[in-house]
């Protein structure tokens, strides 16, 4: 019964929780923010920090609804940071997203949590534990055992359902954006490796497309021009070096407005909640710096080298 009665507590504090979420975010956002991690209206961490807090001021010694703001303030403040940080991290290794970040707040730690959000959630407990939490005991809904637990078994189903569909689609979305990022990866680390060969490579390069016809005119006259820059002075082939490795440039600069593209016709596809979990898996990649591809970083930085020094020596000269 009591096991019923708290996880009734918790689907009803986790749904208040996700309208505060957001409300807050529409409001900072000027734009509908479907939060939560489910797909279901509720937040489970604020219906997991609610019982919690039910369950400390209703139990433990010393403590009650009564007790002085600053100590559930302290308290609050303290439990939303461990309750915070560990959730995040879980979700981060487990699902690769990041749902919230507090990196541009001062006194952040890795983003997970921050001293001014954990004051607002000790601000709110005060709030929570002086009014709210009594109130939902004035209910006595331990009078109607038979009705707390067919809820409970009720929203067990709903949330168990929930929970199994968010994995799902989130692990499609995970392969999916995978997928397409070492799709990517392979075009420009192979249009990296043609700059880095240089001149000679990208002649060699265009050579090689006129044979395959891909495409036919433009690499015919691209390989013809190559060719007849060779036969002039000096300069003529300084000069036409840099024209091949700024097209080059171009080329990859090409290959990454196409793949953005298709990123965006592929977001404006989804629904709001995928679109959602969708920018929480980018907020991940930009800030793990392994899922980027190093070599061809280092590769697109030595390319900049080559081409500068190209550049400087042809003015010297």
């Not at 820059?229 to 091949?244: C, L, N, R, Y």
Request: overall charge neutral.
């Amino acid at each position: 019964m009591i096991l019923a009665r708290y996880f009734d507590y918790f689907v009803v504090f986790s749904f208040i929780g996700w309208i505060y979420e957001c409300t807050y975010c529409t409001v900072t956002n000027k734009k509908w923010s479907n939060r939560g991690f489910l797909y279901g209206p509720i937040c489970p961490i604020y219906g997991t920090g609610a019982v919690l807090a039910m369950i400390i001021f209703t139990y433990v010694p010393s403590l009650s609804f009564e007790s002085p703001a600053w100590k559930i303030f302290l308290i609050c403040m303290v439990g939303s940071a461990f309750l915070e940080y560990p959730t995040s991290f879980f979700l981060e290794k487990k699902f690769h997203a990041v749902w919230w970040d507090y990196s541009n707040i001062p006194l952040n730690l890795n983003g997970r949590i921050s001293l001014p959000t954990a004051c607002g959630f000790g601000a709110a407990g005060i709030l929570v534990v002086k009014f709210l939490l009594p109130f939902v005991n004035s209910l006595h809904v331990e009078q109607y055992p038979i009705i707390t637990e067919l809820l409970a078994l009720i929203f067990m189903g709903i949330l168990g359902a929930d929970l199994a569909l968010t994995v799902a689609s989130l692990s499609a979305l995970i392969e999916r954006m995978d997928a397409m990022e070492e799709a990517f990866n392979q075009r420009l680390e192979a249009g990296v490796e043609i700059a880095q060969g240089g001149p000679v490579a990208i002649g060699s390069h265009i050579k090689n497309a006129a044979l395959n016809s891909e495409p036919v005119e433009a690499a015919r006259e691209f390989t013809n021009e190559l060719t007849s820059s060779i036969k002039h002075t000096t300069v003529g082939i300084s000069s036409t070096i840099k024209e091949k490795t700024e097209g080059v440039s171009n080329s990859m600069k090409e290959r990454t407005d196409a793949f953005s593209l298709y990123v965006k016709e592929y977001v404006s596809k989804m629904d709001r909640h995928d679109r959602y979990h969708f920018s929480s898996i980018r907020k991940f990649k930009r800030n793990d710096k392994s899922s980027v591809s190093e070599k061809i970083k280092d590769a697109i930085e030595q390319f900049q080298k080559k081409k500068d020094k190209s550049i400087n020596k042809d003015n010297a000269s």
